[in-house]
């Protein structure tokens, strides 16, 4: 096998968004508010959950819902219809969220009184990861067709959720993806994470994430 | 249904890079390299995508690939295997490739003489699309799983590729995925857009996709 040459690019460092972003988070937990950073690859499945999650928690939690995405309106429509306070963020061409973003967007939603915000992120493994929002708790979803080698591709991702949710399980006989492999690789990141195997169409392994919303949310 | 309420987050603005990318764009051409940027999600199957190309096209073109990745050097070794010239390109967290940092990998890449280079850019459907890279041509993937809306929600992405390959068209009877409704998607998006449905792991499609290739590179 040829060896493979490695060109080093540069990288960024954003020191004020760290401190912003600890501002709002001890900000949230005085007001009593937990918000949680969705984030994902495109098409893994985050507006979905978000909706089987709602449907299970809204009886018990006042929950508002911040949909960001670049240019449409798709999948704030879509939570709308579930009856909780959904809006819109448009980030104007920007891959992430920072803290100050996420603030505009939680001044918007918080007019009435709310015990749990969901930030579903812009659909990137990458930026989303790099920007603190300033979030309680970090999730992420990986479907089973991106593959379980994606810990290793998008380490920073992994390393700063809290829970990984295994999306799409219904197809793992289609992919070749090792649930054991997967889930090594996500520790190897992040030995602290919980990993939840899910289906959002069908409903499987929803208890076990709304548990783990339930314990953290208390 | 309840109205959604937008809020509108801040862009920016890369002119200096659209130069540097017209700049680089006429130098390759002017030394008869073929430039191809590859753009997808991550997962959607470029790697596999590219391994299938090569092997289709390297006895008829001088071949060289650029794997554009944050951390790892998975990608590289797979392409290294073909036996084409390969290298890897750590972005250092960053999320995209402009033209500085493709006209690095190009000087790492070209000591030897090539007729046909690809990047695979990170994956990413965001970020990339705002930054031209100088090639000659920009195609991307999109696989079944991630759904046939995504060209609602990544607009710009959709807009600046030549072509367009569906992948893994093998599931597409386990998912919601109308290929009709994908194609008018795109092509509201891009009118200009080619749009090939493939099938990289059975090799579905991918004549057309060389052929595509082969057409544009002469």
Redesign the interface.
């Known amino acids: 096998?040829?060896?493979?040459?490695?060109?080093?690019?540069?990288?960024?460092i954003f020191e004020d968004n760290d401190r912003e972003a600890e501002k709002l988070r001890n900000e949230l937990k005085e007001r009593g508010i937990f918000l949680l950073n969705l984030m994902s690859?495109?098409?893994s499945g985050k507006t979905t959950t978000l909706i089987r999650t709602i449907g299970a928690l809204k009886d018990e939690y006042r929950i508002g819902v911040m949909e960001a995405?670049?240019?449409?309106?798709?999948?704030?429509?879509k939570i709308?219809?579930t009856?909780v306070?959904?809006?819109?963020?448009?980030?104007?061409?920007?891959?992430h969220?920072d803290a100050g973003?996420t603030r505009?967007?939680l001044e918007?939603l918080t007019e009435g009184e709310i015990d749990l915000a969901i930030l579903e992120n812009?659909?990137?493994?990458?930026?989303p990861a790099?920007f603190d929002t300033g979030a309680t708790k970090n999730a992420m979803i990986l479907?089973v067709?991106?593959?379980d080698?994606?810990p290793?591709?998008?380490?920073?991702m992994f390393s700063i959720c809290d829970v990984v949710l295994i999306n799409?399980i219904?197809?793992l006989p289609?992919?070749d993806f090792d649930m054991e492999k997967c889930r090594q690789n996500i520790l190897l990141r992040n030995p602290k994470a919980a990993i939840i195997p899910i289906c959002a169409k069908t409903g499987e392994g929803m208890e076990q994430w709304t548990d783990w919303l339930r314990t953290h949310l208390q």
Chains 1, 2 share one sequence.
């Open positions: 096998m040829e060896k493979v040459r490695v060109v080093e690019l540069k990288k960024s690859s495109p098409g995405d670049i240019d449409s309106d798709v999948d704030a429509k709308s219809q009856g306070v959904s809006i819109q963020l448009h980030t104007g061409g920007m891959c969220l973003m505009q967007g918007e812009v659909g990137n493994l990458v930026c790099e479907s067709p991106e593959g080698d994606k290793l591709k998008y380490p920073l799409k219904d197809v289609y992919f």
